[in-house]
Nanobody
Framework: VQLVESGGGLAQPGGSLRLSCVAS????????MGWFRQAPGKEREFVAG????????YYSDSVKGRFTISRDNAKNILYLQMNNLKPEDTALYYC?????????????????WGQGTQVTVSS
């Protein structure tokens, strides 16, 4: 089982980036998946999740309306489209399998982590 994130980089405030997470060793569409991020000196936090069955999505309040999580089942890739980026979005971003959740409750990751991809938002 392996998760490999990519697509990070330097973006200006208001800019966009699209992150990818290539999954190998398992079928991504049969798991709930999520994106998390960790800024320097802070705890890792949930960003977005997508359920395996209907593909319903859920976002943290800090990114709602700006970020979109999606997946390409044929390619076994998870995406995070990030628009209207803000300096506070600067962090190392990770994807992970997540346990079933109810909207409004904590989204809990499990299994292995990738190396993450760095997103820096600065002018």
């Amino acid at each position: 089982v392996q998760l490999v994130e990519s697509g990070g980089g330097l973006a200006q405030p208001g800019g966009s980036l699209r992150l990818s997470c290539v999954a190998s060793g398992f079928t991504l569409s049969t798991y709930n998946m999520g994106w998390f991020r960790q800024a320097p000196g802070k705890e890792r936090e949930f960003v977005a999740g997508i359920r395996w069955d209907r593909g319903s999505t859920y976002y943290s309040d800090s990114v709602k309306g700006r970020f979109t999580i999606s997946r390409d089942n044929a390619k076994n890739i998870l995406y995070l489209q990030m628009n209207n980026l803000k300096p506070e979005d600067t962090a190392l971003y990770y994807c992970a399998k997540v346990r079933p959740w109810a909207d409004g409750s904590t989204v809990t990751p499990f299994g292995s982590w990738g190396q993450g991809t760095q997103v820096t938002v600065s002018s």
